[in-house]
């Protein structure tokens, strides 16, 4: 079983619709969780922490589920410009190599 | 500009010469990462290097990779006698707190092996 799994996609999604991705991590000792977005040929981005009591930024909503071992990331009222991959990254207590999923991509149609 | 700064953009090079990759941390950052990404693959783990040290090297292949982050200047990926199949774009990270904190990424070096 890889480490980080991801739904490569592609999702195509209507503009103004909600669209959510999920996660699996193997590692039940997991401590630190993060999505990034990369646009195309560009450098990963920070697009949120995931807290254990789940945490929202503005159209943004990211969850974890330590029982199940998988967060999630919910994109509502989608726009163009949310088209991008969406990486899943996480790492366990004691080991600092943060790992990348291989990314969902993520389209937004007119 | 604060930011983690890499360089050359764009490097190529001939079969069997060195290739020479340079990372410079944000500010204050003193925990590096080096990552690979193959065309429509996702980013693998190559390395993680603290000031001096190399605390991780898990991913990096066992022939022709080295990396280091001397005390004074960039951290530095260097490939020997490279082959086509090292052309990727390698992504250096750095962050304040290791594992615990987000990355923040360069805009990477794209590696082409002609």
């Known amino acids: 079983r890889k480490e980080v799994e991801q739904d490569p996609g592609p999702f195509n999604v209507p503009e103004g619709a909600t669209v959510a991705f999920n996660c699996t991590y193997s590692?039940?000792?997991?401590?630190?969780f993060f999505w990034y977005r990369q646009d195309c040929r560009k450098e990963p981005k920070l697009l949120m922490s995931?807290?254990?009591s789940g945490n929202e930024d503005g159209r943004f909503t990211a969850q974890l589920n330590r029982a199940s071992q998988y967060i999630s990331l919910l994109i509502r009222d989608s726009k163009l410009s949310d088209s991008a991959t969406y990486l899943c990254?996480?790492?366990?207590?004691?080991?600092?190599?943060?790992?990348f999923g291989t990314g969902t991509r993520l389209t937004i149609i007119p | 500009n604060a930011g983690v700064m890499q360089n050359p953009r764009h490097l190529v090079r001939r079969r069997g010469q060195e290739a020479r990759l340079r990372c410079s941390p944000m500010?204050?950052?003193?925990?590096v990462y080096w990552y690979r990404q193959l065309p429509e693959e996702g980013l693998k783990f190559m390395v993680y290097?603290?000031?001096?040290?190399?605390?991780?090297e898990s991913g990096m292949p066992k022939e022709r990779f080295s990396a280091e982050f001397p005390k004074e200047g960039p951290s530095i990926l260097r490939i020997q006698q490279v082959v086509r199949g090292d052309s990727a774009a390698y992504f250096c990270a750095s962050s304040g707190n290791g594992g615990d904190s987000p990355l923040h990424f360069g805009n990477g070096t794209r590696l082409t092996v002609t």
């Open positions: 995931v807290y254990s």
């Open positions: 990254v996480v790492n366990h207590f004691g080991n600092e190599k943060l790992t």
């Open positions: 590692n039940s000792a997991s401590q630190s």
């Open positions: 290097l603290q000031k001096e040290n190399i605390i991780d």
């Open positions: 500010k204050g950052h003193s925990h």
